[in-house]
């Protein structure tokens, strides 16, 4: 890239930094030091704030970066993470937000401890949620480190580095700093920028092509290098009996893996009611819906403009489309338009990342301090105790975020965040539909379930192949290959459920039926809930 486009991205770049920094200030001046405003921001948002902020913690560099990419590169076969996480929030509409906001106070952990034995089921579930976190927040420093590398020009790994050190750092000072309205008012301003400029692409892009979109479609299908292969299904996922299951697999985790986020699930704690949470999802899935249809038009518009043959030669599993048909769009490289269009879409990918990986590492730093070493042992200074367990939490998630970040920078942010889905999916969705749903469930089941699907979730992915055995995985070098799909979903999924069943069959515990009235009525209406 050239020095303008470097200049000014780097100039908006340091905008929103400073813009997101202030905001963290403010709301650190305003903090009472109580748990509730730390980990739910005093639950004062309105329900179209929270569906903002929903929207800006959903809409992450898998969907800005990955989605479009794997569309580019892919065609039809790459809408499946479109479909996936645009129907997941049907999941979460009709079975989580109200039932959830109504039974927990700040985590996961919080719904299962209602009417189960607390110390072993709040360490499970803290354990899972921080595990899906750390994933979740691998895919935003890859994706923000393919970002960075593009607009430098520089395809050596010490940019890459720097930047995911870098982004490291700030999610830990929006954290431990601003707590939960910080991170929320981050994400607000966030969704308003990316929101806005993925319909200003959009409305350039159907200028280009005078819109007529079947003459996108075309003209993408004709510079894939597939032709009508590149509309129609099979591309990715149709070439054998193993492809089309890991397309079933991925399927299963987009759209039941939602549900099990923690960081989307902490959102509905931050409203003051059930009602406003429900009405919070229906917001969240206005803006999301808009956007993806967007992103659609976006990835077959990267592949007709900019081509296949470009988007690989900048980033192999083509992370870098946005920003490259930015630039197209805008004039080409050298021009003032393409500077400017440029600077602007990498600005807001790059508070994209920020805005979520805030999200992310406040829900996991408040699994760590609330579930966990709460559980393990009582925080001195009470819940200002427990504040301050969370803030030292953030380091270290970072760090640990920062180094796997590092060491999967060549792979495609979509696949990344599908491992997270995945992850939920089996983990944490099965114990909490038991827990919600099920009268004679019991404490050794709910460990059951999730250690059932974590456990065989994290195993699977390790024996695949997008960690050994094939050129794009992590370790391209040696071949402990087993398990021959990418995504673990089809096994780690019913694994979960079935563990959760069986734990709970052969368990000695008798169920306590007041306790599990007590949570379907609180559940149902509201009755003392937080």
């Given at each position: 890239?050239?020095?303008?486009?470097?200049?000014?991205?780097?100039?908006?770049?340091s905008?929103?930094?400073?813009?997101?920094?202030?905001?963290?200030?403010?709301a650190?001046?305003?903090?009472?030091?109580?748990?509730?405003?730390f980990?739910?921001?005093g639950?004062?948002?309105?329900?179209?704030?929270?569906?903002?902020?929903i929207?800006?913690d959903?809409?992450?560099?898998?969907?800005?970066?990955?989605?479009t990419?794997?569309?580019?590169?892919?065609?039809?076969?790459?809408?499946?993470?479109?479909?996936?996480f645009?129907?997941?929030?049907?999941?979460?509409?009709?079975?989580?937000?109200?039932?959830?906001r109504?039974?927990?106070?700040?985590?996961?952990?919080?719904?299962?401890?209602?009417?189960?034995?607390?110390?072993?089921v709040?360490?499970?579930?803290?354990?899972?949620?921080?595990?899906?976190?750390?994933l979740?927040?691998?895919a935003?420093?890859?994706?923000?480190?393919?970002?960075?590398?593009?607009?430098?020009?520089?395809?050596?790994?010490?940019?890459?580095?720097?930047?995911?050190?870098?982004?490291?750092?700030?999610?830990?000072?929006?954290?431990?700093?601003?707590?939960?309205?910080?991170?929320?008012?981050?994400?607000?301003?966030?969704?308003?920028?990316?929101?806005?400029?993925?319909?200003?692409?959009?409305?350039?892009?159907?200028?280009?092509?005078?819109?007529?979109?079947?003459?996108?479609?075309?003209?993408?299908?004709?510079r894939?290098?597939?032709?009508?292969?590149?509309l129609?299904?099979?591309l990715?996922?149709?070439?054998?009996?193993t492809?089309?299951?890991?397309?079933?697999?991925?399927?299963?985790?987009?759209?039941?893996g939602?549900?099990?986020?923690p960081?989307?699930?902490?959102?509905?704690?931050?409203?003051?009611?059930?009602?406003?949470?429900?009405?919070?999802?229906?917001?969240?899935?206005?803006?999301?819906?808009?956007f993806?249809l967007?992103?659609?038009?976006?990835?077959?518009?990267?592949?007709?403009?900019?081509?296949?043959?470009?988007?690989?030669?900048?980033?192999a599993?083509?992370?870098?489309?946005?920003p490259?048909?930015?630039?197209?769009?805008?004039?080409?490289?050298?021009?003032?338009?393409?500077?400017?269009?440029?600077?602007?879409?990498?600005?807001?990918?790059f508070?994209?990342?920020?805005?979520?990986v805030?999200?992310?590492?406040?829900?996991?730093?408040?699994?760590?301090?609330?579930?966990?070493?709460?559980?393990?042992?009582?925080?001195?200074?009470?819940?200002?105790?427990?504040?301050?367990?969370?803030?030292?939490?953030?380091?270290?998630?970072?760090?640990?975020a920062?180094?796997l970040?590092?060491?999967?920078?060549?792979?495609?942010v979509?696949?990344?965040?599908?491992?997270?889905?995945?992850?939920?999916?089996?983990?944490?969705?099965?114990?909490?539909?038991y827990?919600?749903?099920?009268?004679?469930f019991?404490?050794?089941g709910?460990?059951?379930?999730?250690y059932?699907?974590?456990?065989?979730?994290?195993?699977?992915?390790?024996?695949?192949p997008?960690?050994?055995?094939?050129p794009?995985?992590?370790?391209p070098?040696?071949?402990?290959?087993?398990?021959?799909?990418?995504?673990?979903?089809?096994?780690?999924?019913?694994?979960?459920?079935?563990?959760?069943?069986?734990?709970?069959?052969t368990?000695?515990?008798?169920?306590?039926?007041?306790?599990?009235?007590?949570?379907?009525?609180?559940?149902?209406?509201?009755?003392?809930?937080?």
């Amino acid at each position: 890239m050239t020095g303008d486009h470097q200049t000014l991205a780097l100039l908006l770049f340091s905008g929103f930094v400073a813009v997101t920094l202030g905001i963290t200030t403010w709301a650190s001046r305003r903090r009472r030091g109580s748990a509730e405003e730390f980990y739910a921001g005093g639950r004062l948002f309105s329900p179209m704030e929270n569906g903002f902020a929903i929207a800006g913690d959903y809409l992450s560099a898998a969907s800005f970066l990955g989605v479009t990419g794997l569309i580019a590169l892919y065609g039809y076969d790459g809408l499946l993470y479109v479909v996936g996480f645009l129907v997941a929030w049907l999941v979460v509409l009709f079975l989580v937000a109200e039932l959830v906001r109504n039974c927990g106070r700040f985590t996961l952990a919080d719904v299962l401890a209602a009417r189960m034995r607390e110390r072993p089921v709040r360490i499970a579930a803290g354990t899972s949620s921080v595990t899906v976190s750390v994933l979740y927040l691998v895919a935003q420093m890859v994706g923000a480190g393919s970002l960075v590398s593009l607009l430098l020009g520089r395809t050596g790994g010490a940019a890459q580095a720097w930047t995911v050190v870098g982004v490291g750092a700030l999610m830990v000072v929006y954290v431990s700093l601003g707590g939960m309205r910080a991170t929320t008012w981050i994400q607000i301003v966030k969704a308003v920028l990316l929101l806005g400029g993925t319909a200003a692409l959009t409305v350039l892009l159907l200028l280009r092509f005078h819109g007529d979109a079947d003459r996108l479609l075309l003209t993408a299908a004709q510079r894939s290098g597939h032709g009508d292969a590149f509309l129609a299904p099979g591309l990715k996922y149709g070439g054998d009996w193993t492809a089309r299951l890991d397309f079933i697999s991925l399927g299963l985790a987009l759209v039941l893996g939602t549900a099990g986020l923690p960081h989307i699930l902490s959102r509905f704690y931050t409203v003051p009611t059930a009602r406003a949470a429900r009405r919070s999802a229906v917001w969240s899935i206005a803006l999301i819906g808009g956007f993806y249809l967007m992103t659609v038009l976006l990835g077959f518009g990267a592949a007709a403009i900019v081509g296949p043959g470009a988007l690989r030669r900048s980033n192999a599993a083509g992370n870098t489309a946005v920003p490259l048909l930015a630039l197209d769009l805008g004039g080409g490289a050298g021009s003032t338009g393409g500077t400017v269009l440029f600077a602007v879409v990498a600005a807001v990918a790059f508070a994209t990342i920020l805005a979520v990986v805030a999200g992310l590492t406040l829900a996991s730093s408040a699994s760590v301090a609330h579930d966990l070493y709460a559980s393990l042992r009582r925080p001195r200074g009470g819940a200002r105790g427990e504040v301050a367990v969370a803030r030292f939490a953030a380091v270290g998630i970072g760090a640990v975020a920062i180094a796997l970040g590092l060491l999967a920078r060549d792979l495609n942010v979509a696949y990344l965040v599908g491992l997270a889905f995945a992850v939920a999916a089996s983990a944490n969705l099965p114990v909490l539909m038991y827990s919600l749903f099920w009268r004679g469930f019991t404490t050794r089941g709910a460990v059951w379930a999730v250690y059932g699907g974590l456990v065989p979730a994290l195993g699977l992915v390790l024996l695949s192949p997008m960690v050994s055995g094939c050129p794009g995985s992590l370790f391209p070098g040696v071949d402990f290959q087993y398990f021959p799909l990418q995504n673990p979903g089809i096994v780690s999924i019913p694994l979960g459920f079935l563990a959760g069943w069986l734990g709970t069959v052969t368990s000695d515990e008798t169920p306590d039926d007041a306790k599990y009235a007590e949570t379907e009525v609180r559940s149902l209406t509201g009755a003392g809930a937080a």
